[in-house]
């Protein structure tokens, strides 16, 4: 069984720092694509960024592109979100979810992926 856990979440100020992680178990990290996804109050979920199964390649939202880095850890079965300069705005519940795509795929959208964690809040306020 599939099995996703998100920490890291927090209060932070605008213009901080948070690194989130995702820890699998129930699968082999290496053949998953993770993505990570945000929902504020009220909004739909929206992705952030994707990481695929194969060469690592990495895909972000045009809204945090410069500031959020993935990168994985199969040693350890984790993977990273670290996000820099926080703004207000994305104040939301981060997901991570995982996928077996095929080879180099990642996805932006929500409804491709099938295994969820049960997500972290993250505040931005000053």
């Known amino acids: 069984q599939v099995q996703l856990v998100e920490s890291g979440g927090g209060l932070v100020q605008p213009g901080g720092s948070l690194r989130l992680s995702c820890a699998a178990s129930?699968?082999?990290?290496?053949?998953?694509?993770i993505g990570w996804f945000r929902q504020a109050p009220g909004k739909e979920r929206e992705g952030v960024s994707c990481?695929?199964?194969?060469?690592?390649?990495?895909g972000y939202a045009d809204s945090v592109k410069g500031r959020f880095t993935i990168s994985r850890d199969n040693a350890k079965n984790t993977v990273y979100l670290q996000m820099n300069s926080l703004k207000p705005e994305e104040t939301a519940v981060y997901y991570c979810a995982a996928e077996t795509f095929t080879r180099y795929y990642c996805s932006g959208y929500p409804w491709d992926f099938g295994s969820w964690g049960q997500g972290t809040q993250v505040t931005v306020s000053p």
């Open positions: 129930g699968l082999t990290l290496d053949d998953y694509a």
């Open positions: 990481i695929n199964n194969s060469d690592g390649t990495t």
